[in-house]
């Protein structure tokens, strides 16, 4: 096999909204790189990388796959960048991955609110972008109201690197301002691909006119970058004596690297991906001035040096192959027919196979460097976002080097460092729905189906309601709840009923309580015979969200003469108290109980004993008054200053609370906290208020104590009263 050096590899991300043509852009980009036979049009849902049947029918690209190819020397990862604003988590999780990104436009209709959220991502990460304004063939598309969106809506400094010949239907090609050449695509025939282009010297160009226009956008180009990079701008006025004809190509090429690189500014580019023009400048564009997996930084890597490091982005299951795990290695070598550790999950698992994940086939590797994206077969437990490495060994040899440098940083004991490699934290569901197969029958397939599905999409969560013992799903958003009853659907062929969606609620208690109880029973010649005491306290401190905020204390006395079973067996049943709350059966947060007494006949059953503490758990918490906590969502919103005073009113009605308004040059950004039980259907109510002129994200703040009313409220309608 060839030796794959990192620096010539380029992990890359391509965002978009909905429709600016990220697929067809892919599509192209593996056409020219000769490993798609034909060029399959969108339209007939006849494309590489969206393999998911449904993504191409609902026209959002849900999943991060990943596929490779080679241009010029250089082997590219595209990794796909979900654009949909519930899919914060996998665009978080796409973003980790990959080392700079592709931004596509339409050009006819500039930056779209979408993008605008995944660039910000993008931004958060520091991920160096280019942009490709595609669509430059419609009748509507610009360049300048392009880059005027970009600089208005991203915030960001676009660096032009082309400039377009033609416009609308007329549009033919594109003058190159580093190398001063035009390229121009001429479509003869239908069954013009647009592999071939004409590239020539701008000196040759017969028009006039638009000679004056690129050597004006050149100088524009060399003045800006000379200003954003300080090594350009000497060289500019020492060697070429500010001769901007003289720049040659290369030098000013480099300087727009280090500035793409630092993120001063973000190259922009124009094509049209339908008609077949400009996807190879933009492959060159992206070999030029992205980076290389060695030119960006990432957390962990250091502490594994030359040792295997990688994370599991996403996990696909394929019916012949079963479980197929995508991995980007951070460092040291993978290899196929090998044993590694799974940290999050601390077990060992073999690899059976490695695979490239080609375009138009799996290629099966000997073995893996650094930087790269692979496909690894026989991976079983591997769950999307786990970290793998070598061994144990190596994982103990990179705590040692992690806590070394810790306490050189800060003398602070006892904190151990997080081997697992950057991961994105897995937020508490907060929505769920019941779900039920066809018949009986098909339960089996269900389970199945969802054990599968969790595997790759680690914020679904599902359980089985122990009362109904009808099994539950536990979701992120709405849409994400709808995309997992379409996949059930379409992928494992089962016709699921989902029930209403519900929100997940939480209990705690608002008073301290102290109680007995004694369970008497005689199971055949068996007397089983217990007392147990406890007191129940509400913790204070209910500004966790975090489930496991209930404790389990015990009487100093009581500690000492229960056995290792007995006590077991006592938590057991104080814990499953704790699974369903007295008022609606919702897990119950932020209660201390402390075990005051347990007295036991002989010949008493450990799982009695853990029934009695149970019972008693249940009287104390009913007496002890019952509080309904409820999810509040922190949300921000970004929209125009037109559209703020509809979003306030809205807002309003959702029992919002606004904590800030700030300004960001011509748009509001709003926060604010609204009960989630309160946003059902935002996306489309602000989608409507505003126009789509507005971005909005949710995320878990807290649980909160609802109020009286509104609690009376939801405890009447859940009794169905209401
Ligand atoms: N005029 C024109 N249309 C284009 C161009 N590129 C893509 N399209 C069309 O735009 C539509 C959307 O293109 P896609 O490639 O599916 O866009 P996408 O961003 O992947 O869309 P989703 O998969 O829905 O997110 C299709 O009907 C394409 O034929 C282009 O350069 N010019």
Known sequence: GRRQYSFLIRNIGIMAHIDAGKTTTTERMLYYSGYTRAL????????????????????????????????????????????????????????????????????????????????????????????????????????????????????????????????????????????????????????????VFETKSLSQSDDPELLQDAMEARAALIEQVADLDDEFAELLLGVYGENFDAVPPAKLQEAVRRVTLARKGVPVLCGSSLRNKGVQPLLDAITAYLPAPNERHHDLVRWYQDDLCALAFKVVHDKQRGPLVFVRIYSGTMKPQSAVLNINRNNTERMSRLLLPFADQHVEIPSLTAGNIALCVGLKQTVTGDTIVSSKASAVAAVRRAQKEKEGERKRGGEQASLVLAGVEVPEPVFFCSIEPPTMSRQADLENALTCLQREDPSLKVRVDSDSGQTILCGMGELHIEILHDRIRREYGIETHLGPLQVAYRETILQSMATTDTLDRTVGERRHMVTVSVVVCPIMDSSSSSLTSCEITYDEEVEEQLSPDVRDAVENGVNSSYLQGPLLGYPVQGVSTMIQSVSMEPGTSLAMLSACVSRCMLKALRQAGGQVLEPVMSLEVTVGEEHLSSVLGDLAQRRGAIRDIQSRHDSKVLLATAPLAEMMGYSTALRTLTSGNATFSLQLDIYEAMNPQHQNALLNKMAGLA
């Not at 049947?53 to 080679?70: K, L, N, Y």
């Not at 779209?112 to 669509?135: G, M």
């Open 40 to 195: 399959g049009d969108v339209d007939d849902g006849d494309t590489v990388t969206d393999f998911m049947v449904q993504e191409r029918e609902r026209g959002i690209t849900i999943q991060s796959a990943a596929v490779t190819f080679d241009w010029k020397k250089h082997r590219i990862n595209l990794i796909d960048t979900p654009g949909h604003v519930d899919f914060t988590l996998e665009v978080e999780r796409a973003l980790r991955v990959l080392d700079g990104a592709v931004a596509v436009f339409d050009a006819s209709a500039g930056v779209e609110a979408q993008t605008l959220t995944v660039w910000r991502q993008a931004e958060k990460h520091h991920v160096p972008c280019i942009c490709f304004l595609n669509k430059m063939d419609k009748p509507g598309a610009s360049l300048h109201f392009s880059i005027e969106s970009i600089k208005k809506k991203l915030k960001a400094n676009p660096v032009i690197l082309q400039i377009p010949i033609g416009s609308g239907k007329s549009f033919t090609g594109l003058i190159d301002l580093i190398t001063n050449q035009q390229m121009t695509w001429r479509v003869k025939s239908r069954a013009e691909d647009g592999r």
